[in-house]
């Protein structure tokens, strides 16, 4: 029983009504959710539940952040429609397990912890974009089918609808103020339930979405062609989708770090996404990665283990196999109420507080994050801009700074005193710089405040040692690291770098 509850949670403490209470609500969070990402890619309603149980298993047990929840998330699933559409749901199927190698091997190679590198302003930016996303998929609830299409709510079934709504919306924001013995969410949904229940209120409920009853996932190999043809028409879906899988479900990752004051494990999140996915493929869903509306629910009911993810995902089988009559019969309101909340505490509305005291730059790059995520609904392409942009910037300001400060000594050597790094963005400026015909015979380059970055730096140190070689000087370079002085070994005999007075350089890696 110890060593059950370690699993859990390493700390081996465990609030079980926190956690059983807030699996509970993600499952029912989760379901329509699910249902309405299958329906828009074409697929069996099933298809999404079976996505919501898998992953959100498979990452419970195996993902390396405890609270976290996966299931069918809209970001990956948007990727396969066209794929479904165009060659039929088996290639999605080998496309889901693909994308799920490559996911396996970033997290077996290491490279989770690359997302470390999305600067705050993405991330601001990212977060704002996916809360008004959440929101305004709630709005689309408000519409009803009309003779195959969809139209607006009108009259009494709309006021129905935004009462409820509204009144999920109360109980989630007020009662946390008086308790939070019982997680506020899953209050909203039975109230609203017991209200549209025992006066026989006539609004829209799950049902109306789709069914939810069927049994077991059972394991299947997509009926594809396994040959190069197949491979070519996959890939490019696979490639994309992991890649989105990979961002959003580490970028929640790092959320719940910081809502918790803990440190997951990304790689092990990395290559559990990795399974979970080949695990859909051969099973028969849909495929996804971390859905953060839902972790916000887990994480604000408290749960903080592996626990309350497990029983969500058990909870969803349970749905599907016996508790589909009673599911089915939850109001939309409730729901649509819980998510919108989500929504609003998504949101980072301290990034308003501080947006006088940002660089002009890093406020733009937050928008035009911001901008991508709401109109194209691409979180990874949206992400990969700001920080390609932010990248740009960084060098930018960084080639600025390059200086240099110049002296000759009793010798009558002149020094350059470097300070800043050499890279790509700052040759342009490090070469203008020397004084290659007026400088004395010996001329040192003090890299101690510098650092050597890139080729181009390395190609630009060449440069100027064959100015002064051919001006018949020598070119010292002193302080350099050890990598930089093997870059530099084909320049031997023409460069000569001082050892004895070159520190020993530490570099931090994980």
């Not at 309101?333 to 509305?349: D, N, R």
């Not at 390395?458 to 093997?486: F, M, N, P, V, W």
Request: proline share 4%; glycine share 10%.
């Amino acid at each position: 029983m110890q060593k059950l509850s370690r699993f859990f949670s390493p700390k081996g403490s465990i609030n079980y009504k926190n956690e059983l209470l807030a699996g509970l609500t993600v499952a029912m969070t989760m379901i329509p959710e699910s249902l309405s990402f299958a329906i828009l890619a074409g697929l069996s309603p099933l298809t999404g539940l079976y996505a919501a149980f898998l992953m959100g298993l498979v990452t419970a047990v195996l993902g390396g952040r405890p609270g976290m929840v996966s299931g069918g998330a809209g970001a990956t699933v948007v990727v396969l429609i066209s794929l479904a559409a165009q060659h039929g749901v088996a290639y999605l199927f080998a496309a889901v397990a693909l994308a799920g190698i490559m996911q396996l091997l970033v997290g077996l190679f290491k490279l989770g912890k690359f997302v470390r590198l999305i600067p705050q302003p993405v991330m601001y930016g990212f977060l704002n974009g996916l809360a008004v996303i959440i929101f305004m998929a709630q709005l689309t609830q408000f519409k009803v089918a009309d003779n195959g299409t969809e139209t607006w709510m009108q009259g009494p079934a709309l006021y129905l609808m935004a009462g409820l709504t509204l009144l999920a919306i109360g109980i989630v924001f007020i009662l946390p103020r008086f308790t939070k013995a019982v997680p506020a969410s899953l209050v909203a949904i039975l109230v609203v339930f017991g209200i549209v229940h025992f006066f026989n209120i006539d609004t829209k409920k799950v049902i109306d979405i789709a069914t939810v009853s069927g049994s077991l996932p059972s394991f299947h190999i997509p009926g594809i062609p396994y040959n190069l043809e197949s491979l070519k028409i996959i890939f490019p879906y696979a490639l994309v989708m992991a890649g989105v899988g990979l961002i959003e479900s580490l970028l929640t990752l790092n959320i719940v770090d910081e809502m918790t004051n803990t440190k997951g494990q990304s790689n092990r999140e990395a290559a559990a996404q990795g399974i979970a996915n080949i695990t859909n493929g051969f099973f028969g869903g849909m495929g996804g990665c971390a859905m953060i509306a839902q972790t916000m629910v887990n994480i604000g009911a408290g749960a903080r283990t592996r626990l309350s993810s497990i029983i969500g995902a058990f909870t969803i089988l349970l749905v599907i196999l016996v508790g589909a009559p009673v599911i089915e019969q939850i109001p939309v309101a409730a729901l649509v109420g819980v998510m919108m909340m989500v929504a609003i505490g998504t949101f980072e509305w301290a990034s308003f507080k501080i947006i006088r005291k940002m660089p002009r730059h890093d406020i733009f790059i937050g928008m035009l994050v911001a901008a991508i995520t709401i109109l194209l609904h691409n979180l990874a392409l949206a992400v990969l801009i700001g920080v390609v942009l932010s990248a740009l910037v960084f060098a930018w300001e960084s080639a600025r700074r390059i200086r240099a400060r110049k002296f000759i000594d009793e010798a009558g050597t002149k020094h350059y005193e470097l300070y800043g790094p050499l890279f790509f963005g700052s040759v342009t400026a490090f070469m203008e710089k020397f004084e290659v015909a007026t400088d004395p015979e010996n001329v040192i380059i003090d890299f101690k405040e510098s650092k050597v970055v890139d080729m181009s730096a390395i190609e630009a140190l060449h440069k100027i040692t064959d100015r002064y070689h051919k001006a018949g000087k020598t070119l010292h370079l002193q302080h350099l690291s050890a990598d930089c002085r093997q870059l530099l070994q084909n320049a031997a005999g023409i460069i000569e770098v001082n050892i004895q007075e070159d520190p020993d350089y530490n570099v931090m890696t994980n």
